[in-house]
């Protein structure tokens, strides 16, 4: 078991082409992901990376069974490229993009409300199941198996809590971002129940930041009864209201949203929060221990 | 990206808007003829990228253009200090003079996104003039919402229940459907992230005008919107912020003396609170991006080096994708480039970092390498002590 993905998914990356595209997919295919097509439009009937390229993704789950798929498009085409994706029937997809304007994804989750498709991202590392498949852009090698879901927010904070794990000697069941934009596909709370289904989980460490109320509903549900420790980690107490920290995502105002409210919500619900980032890692192994 | 209330006004006037008559006046002598040709007694507002300006004296009534003159000449090229602007204050270089109204009571209408249910929503309440977000704390019930289906879009009985919790009748009612629906529009249209009429003024003889109007755009619609892109008032940024994001740089200024320079976001953020948890104080937020390309890590440098608060630079660097052993050697290049005077503590992890680690040591530079990221912090906040103390 893992979560979403494993190393039967069929993968078919939109945007393969370009120069993120062909630098991750051959990344992904390097750790055995099975990418099996790219779609671009315009390219059908041509070959990359060995992959057969197409100009839809219906006409690539047509002829490759594809069940993932991972999106490089550039913002402006990417809530198109991910509703295409939905319509042509793919269960899961993962948008790397960043930049998407935010009324675009309000279309998005409308339509992929009406669907079966499930989104992680978009301005998402992605999500690895370390040994088995990746699809996404984190580094490979500073994973390894085990038992600890990770879930952030962010990319480099999520690999600097992945390699601290595993120099504790503790592995990843599956790493995954929700993605730094203020509307994303699957949220904390989506990605802790899964985690709490997975047999193979057994402790979650959550890195939360300033912005939104993803972590105050994360807080909500483990509150209510969480089979499993949580590690939390939240970024941003020194952080102004009203200004955009980097990812679109991240701002707050100084009423709702700011770090010390998550921290003390989380920490309420029973999450082992970690006030210093340099922690993680051996926090985890003292819960797990 | 934020604009000023004349801006926000001029384009709300576009979808259907009442806005007071009013002229934007950079001169005492302009102000005294904006007066003249408004006639009567006339609002001075000084136009900053801030709220709290009434509380502050940023808004004046007077009575004739003469004083209109003497106001408008205290106001401008003076900074207005604001529970928003912090204690520097804001420089006043722009007034706009509004015809004063008439008003009988102050409502409350405002746009916003709600990441939640990703959904436009239109926030009404009967109590204006306040800040919403602490209304809607400390008495919800006076705060209504409506939700805009992306599928229907915002509907007529919407704007009419709207309108009703605002306690309106009659012709009010009627122009409060347009106004509401106007707002919503505008949203839309401009890919806004805010619009806030606070107060939406009801005047004696039963009209709604916008007294106040705020605009925000989202940042990462703007390229749908060239002419919204124009409004810009660089005046109003900081000029390092908008030079780091020409370069590709996500910069945010704090009042700190430990810089940093981190790849990534929320790593960012997490070095900040860091030198915070080490007993320093953060000098900005600054994100190089996850690749670490030495454009980048040289216009890092450059901004921290031209920053005389900044007395230590921490570089946080996790090296995933990018190899340790090719960031040092973009640092070590930019850093000889730069010509780096104040200390500079350097802690990397990730793929190869002891070759990296290893090029930063041979390179006769004045860094400090550290193994980890909270003695790291603490150096960083030691050094900063050391070259002046907290300022």
Redesign the interface.
């Known amino acids: 078991m893992s979560l979403l993905i494993d190393a039967a998914a069929r993968v078919v990356v939109q945007g393969m082409t370009g120069r993120e595209g062909t630098f991750h997919a051959q990344s992904m295919i390097e750790y055995g992901t099975n990418v099996r097509a790219g779609v671009t439009p315009g390219k059908g009937g041509t070959r990359h990376l060995d992959r057969p390229i197409f100009d839809t993704v219906a006409a690539a789950v047509r002829a490759e069974g594809v069940d993932v798929s991972i999106v490089f498009v550039p913002a402006k085409a990417a809530a198109d490229a991910v509703m295409e994706a939905a319509e042509a029937g793919i269960g899961l997809i993962v948008c790397i993009t960043e930049g998407i304007p935010a009324l675009d994804m309000v279309r998005v989750k409308a339509f992929l409300a009406e669907r079966p498709s499930r989104l992680v991202g978009p301005n998402t590392p992605g999500i690895i199941t370390p040994g088995r498949a990746k699809v996404g852009i984190m580094p490979g090698p500073i994973h390894k198996p085990g038992p600890v879901g990770v879930v952030s927010r962010s990319g480099t904070l999520t690999y600097e809590a992945v390699h601290q794990l595993t120099q504790s000697g503790l592995g990843q069941s599956t790493a995954l971002g929700i993605g730094g934009d203020p509307i994303v596909g699957l949220s904390f709370v989506d990605v802790l129940r899964m985690f709490e289904a997975d047999p193979e989980t057994r402790a979650v460490v959550l890195i939360g930041e300033i912005g939104g109320s993803g972590e105050e509903e994360a807080a909500a549900l483990i509150r209510g009864g969480f089979g499993k420790p949580v590690i939390g980690y939240i970024a941003g107490l020194t952080a102004p209201p009203g200004r955009r920290m980097g990812h679109a995502g991240a701002i707050m105002s100084a009423a709702q949203g700011t770090a010390a409210q998550k921290i003390e919500l989380l920490e309420a619900a029973g999450v082992r929060i970690v006030r210093s980032p340099a922690l993680i890692g051996r926090t985890a192994a003292a819960v797990l221990a | 990206m934020r604009i000023h209330e004349f801006q926000a006004k001029r384009i709300l006037a576009g979808f259907g808007i009442p806005v007071p008559r009013g002229e934007v006046v950079a001169t005492a002598a302009e102000a005294r003829a904006a007066a003249e040709s408004l006639g009567g007694p006339v609002v001075l507002k000084a136009q900053i990228h801030a709220g709290g300006r009434g509380k502050a004296g940023g808004i004046l009534k007077v009575e004739t253009p003469a004083e209109a003159a003497a106001a408008a000449s205290r106001l401008l090229g003076q900074p207005l200090v604001t529970s928003?602007t912090g204690p520097q204050g804001r420089l006043v270089r722009r007034l706009l003079v509004e015809e004063s109204l008439a008003v009988a009571r102050e409502l409350y209408a405002g746009v916003v996104?709600s990441?939640?249910e990703?959904?436009?929503v239109l926030l009404t309440s009967p109590r204006g003039g306040v800040d919403i977000?602490?209304l809607a704390?400390s008495e919800p019930d006076l705060v209504l919402r409506q939700e805009v289906s992306?599928?229907a879009g915002f509907l007529p009985f919407q704007a009419r229940s709207a309108a009703f919790g605002l306690g309106l009748a009659g012709p009010s009612l009627d122009q409060a459907v347009t106004v509401l629906a106007g707002l919503v529009r505008a949203f839309?249209a401009t890919?806004a992230?805010l619009v806030e009429i606070n107060p939406l003024a009801l005047t004696a003889v039963g009209a709604l005008v916008a007294a106040d109007a705020k605009m925000d755009f989202?940042?990462?619609?703007l390229?749908?919107h060239p002419d919204l892109r124009a409004l810009l008032d660089p005046g109003e940024e900081s000029a390092e912020e908008l030079e780091a994001s020409r370069a590709g740089l996500?910069f945010?200024r704090?009042d700190g003396d430990v810089g940093c320079m981190?790849?990534?976001?929320?790593?960012?953020?997490?070095?900040?609170?860091?030198?915070?948890?080490s007993g320093g104080r953060?000098a900005n937020?600054l994100?190089v991006g996850?690749g670490v390309s030495e454009d980048a890590v040289r216009q890092a440098f450059n901004i921290l080096s031209s920053d005389p608060g900044v007395r230590s630079a921490l570089v946080n660097i996790?090296g995933?994708?990018v190899r340790c052993d090719l960031v040092a050697q973009g640092i070590v290049r930019a850093a000889r480039d730069c010509g780096i005077h104040i200390p500079v503590i350097i802690r990397m992890?990730?793929?190869n970092v002891e070759l990296g680690r290893k090029i930063l040591a041979d390179s006769g530079l004045p860094f400090t390498s550290e193994p980890?990221?909270?003695t790291a912090a603490r150096e960083a906040v030691r050094q900063a002590r050391a070259a002046g103390g907290p300022r």
């Open positions: 928003q996104l990441r939640r990703a959904r436009i977000e602490t704390l992306p599928a839309e890919d992230s989202d940042d990462n619609g390229f749908r996500s945010v704090l981190v790849n990534g976001a929320g790593l960012a953020m997490a070095t900040m609170d860091l030198i915070a948890l953060p937020f994100d996850g996790f995933g994708i992890e990730g793929t980890d990221m909270e």
